[in-house]
Each structure stands twice: as C-alpha cells, then as structure tokens.
C-alpha cells in the first residue's frame, strides 16, 4: 500500500484511512500477498454506488426544476 501512498500530496497513515473507509464501503477490496497488501477496485461495487448517485441526482435535479417553476411565477 506504499507505493498506493507515493501517489497522493498526503500521509501514508491518512491514505490507510481513506481504503479503509473504502474498503468498508465494499469499493475496493484488500488482499494479502506475502508482505504485501494489495488494494484492487471492485467494479461492481463502483457501478451500484454511481447508479444509486446518479438516482439521487435525478431526484435532486426534479425538485430543483419544479422550485424553479415554483419561483418563476407570478404572484
């Protein structure tokens, strides 16, 4: 995971931090090989997290449109 870390402006224990919280997410995935701890994204997770955004995005986007209308009128 260093070499994941020489990737990034921030420390080593804060570029733990973030897989974790990724991993918990089910995003990435961390295995042991040797000494080694690899960290590998996991597509399907991906894809059902950006589907479950842009779900929310459409929601969002339809109240914003209708205030628009809402505001729009005249009194």
Same mark, same amino acid.
């Given at each position: 995971?260093?070499? $994941?870390?020489?990737?990034?402006?921030?420390?080593? @224990?804060?570029?733990?931090?973030?897989? %974790?919280?990724? &991993? +918990?997410?089910?995003?990435?995935?961390?295995?042991?090989?040797?000494?080694?701890? $690899?960290?590998?994204?996991?597509?399907?997770?991906? @894809?059902?997290?950006?589907?479950?955004? %842009?779900?929310? &995005? +459409?929601?969002?986007?339809?109240?914003?449109?209708?205030?628009?209308?809402?505001?729009?009128?005249?009194?």
């Amino acid at each position: 995971m260093s070499d $994941l870390a020489e990737s990034y402006d921030m420390s080593f @224990a804060a570029v733990q931090k973030h897989v %974790a919280v990724l &991993e +918990r997410a089910g995003l990435v995935i961390k295995s042991a090989h040797g000494r080694q701890r $690899l960290v590998t994204g996991n597509p399907e997770m991906v @894809a059902r997290a950006r589907s479950l955004l %842009a779900e929310f &995005e +459409r929601i969002w986007r339809g109240r914003i449109d209708r205030l628009d209308a809402l505001l729009a009128e005249e009194p």
